[in-house]
């Protein structure tokens, strides 16, 4: 194989001696999103990449535990009408309706197609798929929660994962294992063409042209201290396509889990309070029943956070610091816990040394996933303001899953709806990738500028050449201690603020990456530095972004907008009057812009703004 050899690599490298791959699509991600769109185009006979990380049955995706959401009404009377309603509520009026109704609808669908892939879900004792209550998820518009998580004990993630590696399998998609998708190939009229990457076995790099290029590289929950993400979420994707000029929308939105295991991170599904957990304070009150009356533990994440925090502030928390509030299972029995939350009683044991039969787990609200992301339309397609036109279509440029921002959970996501969109929108990219190319492309590859290589020899030859300076480790750590510390659950002007200007601060220490070991093979180092420029892109998108937006909404709660009289959980100072608008953030000189949300669903009336009360 013709590749480059890094210690010899030029900035301005002839790639004529790089070896070019070419394929009809190329997809960055081989996680639930990305193999349901691979299998898509696999079927159709395209000839398709996925290019991953990590092996792809170990992304991400595996790790989600509670379930899918889809009205199937197995247990109880649901329709996606229900389900609509509850996500834009849930959103806080952020998401975009025709959006919102669409993957609504495509729900029962696709989810009936991944049981008839063999997704191993749990079981009714009429054979129908067990669904469980989560939250935010309700019947008749709020009344009363509903069982809407079609699960797989508490492994859902799991199943779903395995279930499109198979069938990838048995469809001959070609997987690049372990390869890194460095940065985005586009023309000068702004197409893109695909992405230069590294092998991480051999340190060789290679260029992926392809007609059509698709994200689905996931989140970017590392930019925070305590995080329930993987290692790997260092948010490629955003990093990839903000330094190729494309904004990155409404990343001031991230979600705290209230169930973190508290100082491990890790997640204990939302599953539990499906199933009847409840949440305690020191006096052993269930303190929910006090902020959300109906939906109580089962309101969505941004809610309860909120309120957990809320005691642990008034002096109601639990352990020598009253720093965290526990989650009590222990009246739902053994038997249920072994057999719908076995996941939990070990993550009890293991990161908490707690039986979960017995006592009730520590746990405090942990960052855990990002609403924001590339701004995409329902087909997949990425789409940026361009004259008039606030979504313009970046022509052979897709993104889906969390990396991607459609935008469905507006200001505040509800669980299951995030495994749900990795298959709905999967699907949709899946079938617009497939006309696009096959009707329009052709046989044609658009050449390749000349410049391919430019920005990514530029970055892997300042590693490489570097004699001196900082550790990643180090500087990944300094964006995360801003991160933590200055865009928390509730978050201040001044907070914000002064994140903004530490964020600044560091530009020239991650400019500075210096790489100890030259070594190509299996060179992680190399590797972990190019992901901390991923992880700064992300950051500052969200500080910055964050910082501008003077209200709450959704995840987004600054103390100095709530109104007068406001409870402090929920009446929140929403201002729809100037802010029903989406976040647009550049990189080039860290630029906000802002295009409107769309409210006008696809066939059914609007769900107009109101206070969001549970
Ligand atoms: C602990 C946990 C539990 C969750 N539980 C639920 C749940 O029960 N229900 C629910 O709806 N949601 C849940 N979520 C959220 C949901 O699981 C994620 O949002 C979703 O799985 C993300 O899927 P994805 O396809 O976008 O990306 P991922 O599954 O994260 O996959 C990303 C892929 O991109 C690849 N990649 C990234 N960067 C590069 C690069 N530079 N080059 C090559 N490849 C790259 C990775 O290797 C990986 O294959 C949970 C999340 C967590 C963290």
Redesign the pocket.
Known sequence: MAATDLNKSTPNQDFTNIEILNFDAVI?????????ASLQLAEAGLKVA?????F?T????????????ASLGNMQEDNWHYHFYDTVKGGDWLGDQDAIEFMCREAPKVVYELEHMGMPFDRNEDGTIYQRP?GGHSANYGEKAVPR?C?AA?R??HAL?HTLYQKNLELGTQF?VE????DLIRNEAGDVLG?T?IDQETGNVAVFQAKATLF????A?RIFRA????Y??????L??ASRAGIPLQDMEFWQF?PTGVAGAG??L???CRGEGGVLRNKSGEPFMERYAPTLKDLAPRDFVSRSMDQEIKEGRGCGPNGDYVVLDLTHLGADTIMKRLPSVFEIGKKFANVDCTKEPIPVVPTI??QMGGIPTNIHGQVVVPKGDNPTEIVKGFYA?????CVSVHGAN?L????????VVF?KAAGEHIIDYVTKHHGDDYAPLPNAVLENTNRRLNALQNSAAGENAQDVADAIREVMQQHAGVFRTQKLMDEGVKQILALAPRVKNLHLKDKSKVFNTARIEA??VE?LYEVAKATMISAAARTECRGAHTVVDYELPGDHPTYANGRRDDEWMKHTLWYSVDNRLEYKPVRQKPLTVDEIPPKPRTF
């Open positions: 960055v991600g081989g996680g639930g999103s990305g193999m349901r996925v290019l991953t990380k990590v792809p170990r992304s991400h995706t595996v790790a989600a535990q509670g379930g899918i959401g989560f998580a699960a508490d859902t993630g994962l690049f390869w890194i998708a460095l992405v990457a689905a590289t996931g989140g929950g995080s329930t993400n993987a790997i979420n260092t948010g490629d994707g990093g990839m889990h890790v997640l599904t939302e599953g855990h996933y889906i899953g969390e990396c991607s996501r669980g299951t709806n995030s495994l749900l969109d990795l999967g190019l992901e991923n």
